[in-house]
């Protein structure tokens, strides 16, 4: 069992940063890939950014050159560092754990954390 605890979201303007945490526990965690998500009202979910056990990074087009995606083995925790945020970046945003699959794909992730929303203002 893993249990995935995401926080850090919160309220800010556009053009603001912000940073999201989740906690892992329950197994090891050093050799998993992380992923983030987010979804808005009325959308579906969508991937934001992943991190595999060794580092390597992937993100979705419209998160890229303003999010990174890091990730404390030690701590085992995973980082989402969001700049230039944008209205269009609110959402809940969730940490999980990958599976299988394709990695931009929720259905390829078997754990997930309760979400935390994050919304931007114009």
């Known amino acids: 069992q893993v249990q995935l605890v995401e926080s850090g979201g919160g309220l800010v303007q556009a053009g603001d940063s912000l940073r999201l945490s989740c906690a892992a526990s329950g197994r090891t965690f050093s050799s998993d890939t992380m992923g983030w998500f987010r979804q808005a009202p009325g959308k579906e979910r969508e991937f934001v950014a992943a991190i595999t056990g060794n580092g390597y990074t992937y993100y979705a087009d419209s998160v890229k050159g303003r999010f990174t995606i890091s990730r404390d083995n030690a701590k085992t925790t995973v980082f989402l560092q969001m700049s230039s945020l944008k209205p269009e970046d609110t959402a809940v945003y969730y940490c999980?754990?990958?599976?299988?699959?394709?990695?931009?794909?929720?259905?390829?992730?078997?754990?997930w954390g309760q979400g935390t929303q994050v919304t931007v203002s114009s």
């Open positions: 999980a754990r990958y599976s299988s699959g394709f990695y931009y794909r929720p259905w390829g992730y078997d754990y």
